[in-house]
């Protein structure tokens, strides 16, 4: 049968782009992004994005529509609640067109958020927002004095993010994380997880990221260092970008762009295993005969 809604998830190079796109085309389904990264133009290749091969300004692929792929430029940003605002557009205006929304990606936290909603956080004014990284980068130790005792994370982006929030509203960010959530996808999406074994993924990363780099990969990266794009929130666009700049060669770039990868999709299968209850598994690379059965299901 087919479901009001999908959401496939699954580690890096697991095939959930090509699997999500052959369902679209059964269920007239519209595609809608999940992932941070994609979410940005100008590092298709980069970010293993299904528009790499594409115009990125395309937004229907073989009849299958796709949104919020590629609309971001490098020199912006947006927080989780921004990316959900989106989603929930999307997938509003496709329910009206009677059309179905079919989420795909590999970020944790969005995935999160469309099933579990998000804390009624305040938005943040840019001026407090610009402090915030700001003070990130400049002044760790004052951050380090606002923030709570309690506060582990080292991720710059997460860091900022709090601070923006205690700076807006003078409250944690946990506090406002402790509040009823809001905004999730109602009625669920059904869970979908393509999940193969670590051998098959590990040849998969090694064999795509040499194609990664003829397809464009350097192009982009050298846009990442113009436009100052953070380069760590994106595997591959760090080793790129040392590359360029002379401090590593091209073997190690490939080396250490292979291995960072192989670490993320770990993290993803570990996120998976214990944040996403998948009400369907498929522990292969998965084929049309995969979409034949889910839509039995």
Request: neutral net charge.
């Amino acid at each position: 049968m087919s479901h009001n809604s999908y959401i496939i998830a699954g580690p890096t190079a697991s095939g959930k782009s090509d699997f999500a796109h052959n369902l679209a085309r059964r269920v007239n389904g519209v595609v809608i992004n999940c992932d941070s990264v994609q979410i940005y133009g100008g590092i298709e290749n980069i970010s293993a994005s299904p528009l790499a091969e594409k115009n990125p300004k395309e937004t229907i692929i073989d009849g299958v529509p796709y949104r919020l792929f590629s609309i971001l430029p490098l020199t912006e940003q947006i927080t989780v609640a921004d990316y959900l605002e989106m989603a929930r557009r999307e997938y509003d205006d496709a329910i009206k067109s009677g059309k179905t929304p079919i989420f795909v990606g590999g970020s944790g936290y969005y995935i999160g958020v469309l099933l579990n909603g998000i804390s009624p956080i305040p938005n943040v004014s840019e001026q407090n927002r610009a402090r915030a990284r700001q003070m990130v980068e400049v002044a760790p130790d004052a951050v380090k004095k606002l923030l709570p005792e309690d506060f582990t994370a080292t991720d710059p982006q997460r860091t900022a993010r709090a601070l923006e929030v205690f700076l807006e509203t003078g409250r944690p960010l946990s506090e406002w994380q402790a509040l009823p959530r809001r905004g999730a996808i109602n009625p669920k999406p059904f869970k979908i997880l393509i999940n193969p074994h670590r051998e098959i993924l590990l040849k998969r990363i090694a064999d795509r990221i040499p194609k990664m780099l003829s397809g464009g990969a350097i192009d982009e990266a050298r846009e990442v260092i113009k436009t100052g794009w953070d380069e760590s929130r994106a595997i591959g666009a760090g080793e790129l970008c040392k590359f360029l700049r002379n401090e590593i060669d091209e073997k190690t770039a490939i080396e250490n762009w292979i291995t960072r990868t192989n670490q993320y999709a770990k993290r993803q299968r570990t996120w998976f295993r214990g944040q996403y209850a998948a009400d369907f598994e498929i522990s292969h690379i998965p084929t049309d005969t995969d979409v034949e059965i889910i839509l039995s299901e």
